[in-house]
């Protein structure tokens, strides 16, 4: 999700920095940026630590002379997360919020001066339908993006009279690195699970990256000046469902 949207940015003309923590995928995105003729810059670490969201800022600011949107876009829901939360540890329920909330409350922190700054902006917050129902067995990840969403809404209204919007989006299942790896761990294996993902939402297939892409980059153009404080489902009609279909 991260690399298209990335890519697509670039592709409409804008600069682009990339922060991951896994060097060799931020280096991957930044070569599909130079191919498509942009600029990208790539600042690796862990964004559950403000330092690292300190120089994320400080380094675009210092290389593209400004910060217009923010893409809020880390996550991760680790293999052993699929307990219950009596079997969650202290210590992987914190690197979870850590990383799929803390980090956006921290790169949003230092990015909001950057965007009043250039007179408003837009923070994207990559939520999930888990923020919106749940399943079990994912206390923390499902904890997680619900606070992302209501970290949006609150952003939004603090910030709107600055012309700062805050929006969500709520994917479905998209194809990623952390879905195949999720898949490959089904019974029937990796490639019968992802089409058995696919016929759970009513389109009849999971979303892939550029899905993700195209509804970000709209949500941070001009044609989407009067939405914030609100989510869009990027997820098949999953939600339209009114509940898990299993």
Known sequence: MGRATAVEFARQGANVTIADV???AGREALA????????GLLVIGDLARASV???V??????????????FNNVGIQPADSYCTLEDTSEQLWDRILGVNLKSYFLMAKFALPELRKRGGGVVINNASVQGLQ????????????G?????TRQLAIEYAAEKIRCVAICPGTIDT??????????PDGLEAALERFGKQHPIGRIGTGQD?????TFLASERASFITGEYVCVDGGYMALGAWAR
């Open 53 to 55: 969201c300190q120089r």
């Open 22 to 24: 896994n060097a060799a």
């Open 212 to 216: 993700i892409a195209n509804v970000v």
């Open 147 to 151: 606070g992302v969403l209501s970290l």
């Open 134 to 145: 749940s399943q079990k067995g994912v206390p923390a990840y499902a904890a997680s993006k």
């Open 177 to 186: 690195e952390m879905v195949r790896a999720s898949a490959a761990r089904e």
């Open 57 to 70: 800022v400080r380094r675009t600011v210092e290389q593209f002379g400004g910060l217009d949107v923010l």
């Open 32 to 39: 599909h940026i130079k191919r498509v003729g942009g600029r």
